[in-house]
C-alpha cells in the first residue's frame, strides 16, 4: 500500500497532509470528517465507528497513530507517533506524548442484574502532586493526565510481557 485508501463517509479539506501508508474509514452510520490544515503521518489509521469523529483544523498526527471510534481532536492539538486512541477527546492545542493509549479503557458490556463490579482504581501517580521537574515516574503530567489515564506504549508492552511471556512476538 503506497498511497491513502479511503471507505465511507469520509470527508477530507482541501488542505490536508496525509503522508502514505494513510487508512481513513468510516462505518456505515459513522462519519469521518478532516478539517482545513491538519496533517497525518506515515502508517496511520483513523477509523469512525459508532458516530462522528471529527479532527480539528491544524491538528498534528504523527506517524503510526490509531484512532478509533468517536470523538473529536481539537484544533492545533499534537499527537505524537504510535500514540492509539478509542473513543478519545484531545481539547485543541493539547499535547499527546509519543506511545501514549487513551481513550475509554474497556468495553461496555452488559452486566447480569446482580453482579457488582469495582469501578477501576485511577493510578495513585494522577492523585499525587507534580515533583518540580514535571514528570511522575516518567509519565509526563499534563492537563490530560487529570482528567483520562494515558499510558506509554512502553508501559503496556512491559505489562504484557511481563502478564503473558509466552505469547506471541514476545
Keep these: 500500500m503506497n498511497q491513502v485508501q479511503m471507505s465511507g463517509d469520509v470527508v477530507v479539506d482541501g488542505d490536508v497532509a496525509i503522508a502514505t501508508n494513510v487508512l481513513l474509514l468510516a462505518d456505515p452510520g459513522s462519519r469521518l470528517v478532516i478539517g482545513a490544515g491538519v496533517s497525518i503521518g506515515t502508517g496511520s489509521i483513523i477509523h469512525a465507528h459508532h458516530g462522528t469523529l471529527a479532527i480539528g483544523e491544524g491538528a498534528t498526527l504523527a506517524s503510526e497513530v490509531l484512532v478509533v471510534g468517536k470523538g473529536r ?90 502478564l503473558l511471556p509466552h505469547r506471541p512476538g514476545s
Design 73 to 162: 481532536i481539537g484544533s492545533r492539538a499534537n499527537i505524537g507517533p504510535k500514540t492509539t486512541i478509542f473513543n478519545g477527546n484531545v481539547e485543541p492545542g493539547q499535547v499527546i506524548p509519543a506511545g501514549s493509549l487513551l481513550g475509554e479503557l474497556g468495553r461496555q458490556s452488559a452486566a447480569s442484574p446482580d453482579a457488582t463490579v469495582a469501578p477501576p482504581e485511577e493510578p495513585a501517580r494522577f492523585n499525587e502532586p507534580a515533583p518540580p521537574n514535571g514528570l511522575v515516574s516518567g509519565y509526563s503530567t499534563t492537563s490530560l493526565a487529570q482528567t483520562s489515564v494515558v499510558f506509554g506504549r512502553d508501559h503496556i508492552e512491559r505489562m504484557l510481557n511481563k
